[in-house]
């Protein structure tokens, strides 16, 4: 079954210093990977995608393949950077054609 | 301006009522999903479509169904809510299949008593 898993469901750290939200998949083929994030009282929202190799917010997240992982990383955490934050794969080759989304970490980040 | 709405935003009802949580949105997109989602949990799809009378399950046995007889208009309907329909239900976009950036409506929060 294809599964992802979020082992964190809340990690607190303070500011400025370096986050690394876990981000494991199980799945068949080759999934298209993203990290959407809530901020408190918003909409679910795109945070990045793993096609793209970007940085947003000062997050970035590696695709590796031989651990099937895809963690979230940021050197220095700031306030405005608490939310709750999923994994999503996307896989086109079968099953409902939408995301498939982690459990979710809540991150705070202390002043 | 291009948006994803959805109302009711909070609805309280009694078991037993049919009810429809409305979602249309205004990006120009074919697909449309409907996602279920407690406080705090994960989001499980229910379901989605390709466009115009298009309807598929998602990989979350749903109760409800949905009908897409315009591009913009996905609404979700629940003959008979009962209490294990409390949830927060999401609607969301995307331009087409693939790995497309999905756009979150803000949800409606029902709560059947």
């Known amino acids: 079954a294809q599964r992802v898993t979020q082992p964190e469901k809340l990690l607190s750290v303070f500011k400025g210093a370096p986050v690394e939200l876990k981000c494991n998949y199980s799945?068949?083929?080759?999934?298209?990977l993203f990290w959407y994030v809530q901020y408190s009282r918003q909409r679910l929202q795109l945070l990045l995608r793993?096609?793209s190799r970007e940085s947003i917010k000062g997050f970035t997240a590696d695709l590796n393949k031989g651990e099937t992982s895809f963690h979230l990383k940021k050197p220095f955490a700031q306030e405005e950077d608490s939310a709750m934050y999923y994994c999503a794969p996307h896989d086109s080759g079968g099953g409902a054609d939408g995301l498939t989304f982690g459990k979710g970490t809540h991150l705070i980040i202390q002043p | 301006e291009a948006d994803i709405y959805q109302t009711p935003r909070y609805l309280v009802i009694g078991t037993g009522k049919k009810i429809t949580l409305e979602c249309s949105q205004t990006?120009?997109?074919?697909?449309m999903y409907w996602y279920q989602q407690d406080p705090g949990m994960e989001l499980h799809l229910i379901h989605y479509s390709y466009g115009v009378n298009s309807t598929e399950k998602g990989d979350l046995s749903s109760e409800s169904t949905v009908s897409r007889i315009r591009t913009e208009h996905f609404p979700l309907t629940l003959e008979s809510a009962r209490p294990s329909h409390t949830s927060q239900y999401l609607c969301a976009s995307s331009r087409d299949s693939g790995a497309y950036e999905q756009y979150f409506g803000p949800g409606t929060r029902l709560t059947v008593t």
């Open positions: 799945y068949s083929g080759s999934p298209e």
């Open positions: 793993h096609i």
């Open positions: 990006m120009g997109h074919d697909k």
